[in-house]
């Protein structure tokens, strides 16, 4: 789903987004600072990218209670426009999202890999 | 380490690429910013009354998501942190090391009173060392070509010099004045470099 959100976005927006989720993963969220500001679901953060368009990612930590410092799940994707989402129940759809995950992660969920990766020279 | 095969493609298209890169740079710079902040134990009140703005202003600035920075900004900021500000254009090659080492160690810098203070300080160590006879500083100039003490320890290393053509022969003649015990020391501290080197 996620993927299929970023396959739609244009070029230039896909470049901003894709570089704040490699940061998201290869810092976390307490260094850089507002790289994750809150929704009115507690548990829901999201992950801000302005340019044409003001995209928000919604995701949350973990969200299996024992992971929540270690891991990010991705759960939807939107826009903003007047303060308001695009769609307006975007982050209702994204805690649905993040029960299911917590549901069954296994078939819920994808590992991502990063842009840059190790190898042995 | 590499860009993974499908992530080089993207960077294949223009657009994708430079806005990757931008939004990396003011990631970088807020998140910097703040950690330079933070080194300094400073407020951002603080900051602000000595860059000479507000505080809501410092606060608009430690915003990943912020775009519009100037240089005279950024140049106040460098001046009320007390370091130097570098503004350099980079190939695409080198984003695989910004995007390796994101700590906070490699984004703090110790400011420019520090550095003269600790220079000075492991100075006159090494002067104690000599003149107790301890140290060997060999050709003793701090320039390439010359000797690394190693603090803390006896042994000194030679340090190569990084352009040898410019400097090989006139290494001791350039810094007529500076004292043989005024060795550079790259101490083993995030951010620090000696402002000889």
């Not at chain 2, 000595?50 to 005279?72: D, F, P, T």
């Not at chain 2, 009173?113 to 701090?142: C, F, Q, T, Y």
């Amino acid at each position: 789903m996620i993927d299929d959100w970023l396959a739609g976005l244009d070029s230039a927006m896909g470049g901003r987004m894709r570089f704040k989720m490699a940061y998201l993963w290869a810092v976390g969220d307490g260094l850089p600072p507002k790289m994750l500001t809150d929704t009115k679901e507690r548990q829901i953060k999201e992950l801000c990218v302005n340019g044409n368009v003001a995209l928000r990612l919604l995701l949350c930590k973990g969200p299996q209670s024992n992971l929540k410092n270690e891991e990010f799940t991705l759960l939807f994707g939107a826009a903003e426009r007047d303060r308001k989402y695009i769609p307006r129940d975007a982050v209702m759809r994204a805690e649905g999202n993040r029960l299911l995950v917590l549901q069954n992660p296994i078939i819920y969920r994808k590992l991502r890999t990063p842009d840059v990766v190790y190898t042995k020279v | 380490m590499w860009f993974t095969p499908k992530f080089r493609k993207e960077l294949a298209d223009e657009e994708f690429a430079h806005a990757y890169v931008d939004e990396l740079l003011n990631t970088h710079i807020a998140t910097q910013l703040k950690v330079l902040r933070e080194q300094r134990k400073l407020t951002q009140e603080e900051l602000a009354n000595l860059a000479g703005m507000k505080q809501e202003r410092i606060s608009v600035l430690e915003n990943v998501n912020y775009s519009s920075w100037s240089i005279n900004t950024l140049r106040k900021l460098a001046k009320a942190l007390d370091v130097r500000l570098r503004v350099s254009f980079e190939t695409f090659g080198s984003l695989v090391a910004d995007m390796t080492d994101v700590s906070r160690q490699s984004l703090e810098r110790i400011s420019r009173k520090d550095e003269l203070d600790l220079d000075n300080k492991l100075a006159e160590e090494l002067d104690k060392k000599r003149a107790a006879g301890i140290l060997n500083m060999g050709g003793g100039s701090s320039m390439p070509g010359g000797f690394l003490a190693i603090p803390g320890t006896d042994r000194t290393i030679e340090s190569k010099p990084k352009n040898p053509y410019k400097f090989q022969e006139t290494a001791d003649s350039m810094v007529p004045n500076i004292p043989k015990a005024r060795t550079p020391i790259l101490p083993n501290l995030p951010g620090a470099h000696s402002l000889f080197n």
